[in-house]
């Protein structure tokens, strides 16, 4: 190979950072985020199992009440999708029964 063509065939370094710049840009991007979005618009619907009512109720209203804060500050959607939160009462559901009564929540949500 000749030094002419070596020359010609050989990139400045300055050359190559703006071209890695641009695509590395390209890739991070939101070009890229459409093919691994959720492919679902369903809502995401979250269950708050908590005693509502009894010595301990303050801290369960204090539970949802900072939930509720928190996803009004970003706008009650995450990843284009909508947030529900569904408050459970804990207290009605009798020691004997938490199994089958935790498997129904888990179905629900």
């Known amino acids: 190979m000749t030094k002419s063509r070596a020359s010609a065939l050989s990139i400045s370094r300055r050359k190559f950072m703006a071209g890695t710049g641009v695509a590395g840009a ?26 509502f009512t009894g010595a301990i109720a303050y801290a369960a209203e204090a539970n949802l009440n900072a939930m509720n804060l928190y996803f009004d ?7 284009g999708r909508k947030i529900e939160i569904s408050p459970l009462e804990r207290s009605v559901i009798p020691p004997e029964r938490t199994s089958s009564s935790l498997r129904r929540t888990f179905r629900f949500i």
């Open 26 to 51: 390209a890739l991070a991007s939101n070009f890229a985020a459409p093919g691994i979005l959720a492919q679902t618009r369903a809502p995401i619907r979250l269950g708050n199992l908590n005693s």
């Open 73 to 79: 500050s970003i706008g009650w959607t995450v990843a």
